[in-house]
């Protein structure tokens, strides 16, 4: 058995693995990334996409640290997507430039969004309604519409652009629950172990002894997906709440079919909750804001998501940063959000403690992954 010795091994290929495997490589370390299932997997394939600058969370009160450490976050994105950036995404999709706030009459949408410009420094603009988007108007919206500057990506040309560069080294594990056991068989000895997993990196932390002060949490989600939508939309719906009551993404499966995908408060509901809740909180929230939709030929259905991360000191809220627990030999991160992936891949190259070697190990003998599947492409619709 040839024995390799390499820079870095990075277990899962999420946003996260795929972000740091590609900066890594850029820096000249070499570096494998390790996926169980399928690239891009579990909590990524199912991100609305959305680049947030922080906003939705100053409209809630909270002009915080979480908010201001997402506002940089689009303009980074775009350097990335322009070929300029950390890494090179001009071969992913941009959805939208931007993201609307919908915002109902008696809410001062003008003020508030005067009050968050000033505070986030972010491209915010009221648009006057002659300037609506004519679907938004034909909808029967009434109240104010809040330009954002958030840009919304296509997750699996993400997934490809991120991954594509560096297919060799992005293979198959098949024993997921042993990961130095997989790594000994293969003859591979890293310097740094570090693990993306989201969902996974705690019980693997608990089985190596490297829990000592880990501590995460789960925000459950049941994401609605409603099939032969009338229109692209990527909005947040603003209420009375300290979330939005509803996040719209537009998505298209692979007959051109266009899907809303519904995050936010109609989302947030225990997995096993009834499936109908989010979705006849979505017809209850879409009757409220979009009175005259045509809805005639739409069909639903709903998707469990397990949101894992590091600790928030707020009650229910996310942490104000990706979280990086530091155990021996390994780094168990979780970039927190989508849009957070540039940070995080700031403060693992911040930890490591050895330079590049600038070796490239070849390991494609390793077995290859296939991408991830969208959800709405693999699941059983409704009307």
């Given amino acids: 058995m040839t024995k390799h010795t390499t820079d870095i091994v990075i277990f899962g290929a999420g946003i996260a693995g795929l972000w740091l495997h590609a900066r890594l490589r850029g820096a000249g370390y070499d570096s494998l990334l390790l996926e169980s299932r399928a690239i891009g997997g579990g909590q990524t394939i199912a991100a609305q996409g959305i680049l947030h600058s922080g906003l939705k969370y100053a409209f809630a009160g909270k002009i915080n640290k979480l908010a201001q450490s997402i506002s940089a976050m689009p303009d ?3 350097e990335c997507l322009r070929g300029e950036g950390d890494v090179d ?3 992913a999709r941009l959805r939208a430039n931007s993201q609307y706030l919908l915002i109902p009459p008696g809410m001062m949408g003008g003020l508030i969004g005067l009050v968050t410009k000033k505070a986030l420094g972010g491209s915010v603009e009221s648009v006057p309604e002659k300037d609506w988007p004519d679907d938004v108007r034909r909808t029967g919206f009434k109240g104010s519409v809040i330009y954002m500057g958030e840009p919304v990506l296509d997750v699996p040309s993400l997934l490809r652009a991120l991954a594509e560069p560096h297919r060799d080294s992005i293979r198959l594990i098949n024993t997921p629950d042993d990961p130095r056991g997989f790594l000994e068989q293969h003859g591979i000895t890293p310097r740094l172990h570090i693990f993306t997993g989201a ?5 693997i932390a608990k089985a190596l002894s490297h829990d000592k002060g880990l501590e995460t949490q789960k925000r459950p989600l049941v ?3 409603m099939k032969n939508a009338p229109f692209p939309l990527y909005a947040h719906l603003v209420g009375a709440s300290d979330k939005p009551v509803a996040t719209i993404t537009t998505h298209e499966m692979k007959d051109g079919t266009l899907v809303w995908y519904l995050g936010g408060g109609v989302a947030e509901r225990a997995l096993d909750a009834d499936p109908h809740e989010a979705i006849e909180a979505a017809k209850t929230e879409f ?4 009175p005259a939709l045509d809805m005639s030929q739409v069909e639903w259905a709903t998707l469990p998501i397990n949101r894992v991360e590091g600790k928030s000191d707020t009650d229910g809220w996310m942490p104000d940063t990706p979280t990086i627990h530091s155990a021996g030999d390994a780094l168990y991160c979780w970039p927190t959000k989508l849009t957070f992936a540039p940070i995080l891949g ?3 190259l911040g930890k490591i403690g050895f330079e590049p070697s600038g070796k490239t190990t070849d390991f494609s003998a390793l077995p290859d992954v296939d991408y991830a599947h969208a959800p709405w492409d693999k699941t059983e619709w409704k009307a």
């Fill in 287 to 290: 009757a409220k804001y979009l």
């Fill in 223 to 225: 994401q609605a997906m």
């Fill in 89 to 91: 995404l001009t071969q």
């Fill in 199 to 203: 969902g996974s990196n705690h019980a």
């Fill in 346 to 348: 700031d403060m693992v």
């Fill in 76 to 78: 980074r994105w775009r």
